[in-house]
């Protein structure tokens, strides 16, 4: 069964590879530092085996209310706002085409979701590396900041996994994350099918 756990030493790092190198020696040389110095947290898909599938990171983080799109920017009272950074976000260049980068991102929205009933953050940002990686946010909902950062709202993620998220438990299992809820918000509806 596949799940996302935090990082830990029985995970083969040095094994993980995907197409862009900076994601692929960040988890095998610095992320330890990271996790070390509280500055990030790091989930990864492994198997029995410790092989890693894929992973994704998470730090607190806050924007400028200036980036944001007008309707947004009007409603917030304050200058700089609480959002949850996906810092990066990777899949093994060996499973290609098995919809790991999908499990990932519907895991981490799920994640901060759940942590965001415990420490306000009213969205989860990212920053594309590339254009291909802005088109694959683009295709989950992520809205283009003028900073060239992306985001979407914990608004819109509460209301894409519906009214049978649990928000007292933890998403350990990803099959707990596809529990027939059907996206409401997001421009994708597959990512809650599977
Ligand atoms: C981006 C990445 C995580 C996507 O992972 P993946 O396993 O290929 O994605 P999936 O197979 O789950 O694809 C999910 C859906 O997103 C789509 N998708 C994937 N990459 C896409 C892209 N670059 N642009 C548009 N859509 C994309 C897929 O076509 C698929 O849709 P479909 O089911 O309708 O075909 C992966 O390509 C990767 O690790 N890239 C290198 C690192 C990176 O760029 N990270 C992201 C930003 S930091």
Redesign the pocket.
Known sequence: MLHTVALDPSHKRALFS???QS?TDYLRKQVGQDIKRKVTLCFVLADANGTIQ?YYTFSAYSIDRAILPEKLKKKMAYKNLPVTLLG????DSQ??????????LADALKRANHASSEIASFAVV?????E??K??YE?FGFINLESGRMFITMDTIKASFGLQIKLNSAPERLIDLFGGNLLNNCSRR?LWRR
């Open positions: 995907c197409q862009e994601l894929g990066r976000l990777a899949r499973f290609k085409g098995q919809g790991i980068g999908e499990l990932l990212t920053d594309p590396i590339n291909n990686a088109r694959f295709s597959s």
